[in-house]
């Protein structure tokens, strides 16, 4: 994450990196299709990109992503979000496991 930090410079809102990081997610929704996992799954997923931009801008008064440190999770698709809950999967001693 440093790496893409410093390419982006000066990035007080966050519109950067979350340019770029919208551009990633394109290969991440075509490898859902492949996978045959749902569109529904995707979205909702994704659906924290706006919820969180808007509460910033509900607490700050103005609109801002200031978690990029998070999206990689979505973008590798380690993290998924079904209705209200979201399951991560994530590695533990060399065993994969899921979080709920």
């Not at 519109?15 to 075509?30: G, P, Q, R, S, Y």
Request: hydrophobic letters at 45%; glycine letters at 8%.
């Amino acid at each position: 994450m440093q790496e893409l930090w410093d390419y982006c410079g000066e990035d007080p809102l966050g519109m950067k990196i979350l340019t770029i990081m919208l551009d990633c997610l394109v290969k991440t929704h075509e490898r859902y299709k492949v996978l045959g996992i749902p569109n529904k799954i995707f979205i909702d997923t994704m659906g924290f990109i706006p919820r969180f931009i808007s509460s910033h801008k509900a607490a700050h008064g103005v609109s801002a992503f200031v978690w990029s440190w998070w999206l990689p999770r979505e973008i590798s698709m380690n993290e998924f979000r079904v209705g209200e809950y979201e399951y991560e999967f994530w590695m533990d001693n060399g065993v994969k496991k899921l979080n709920l």
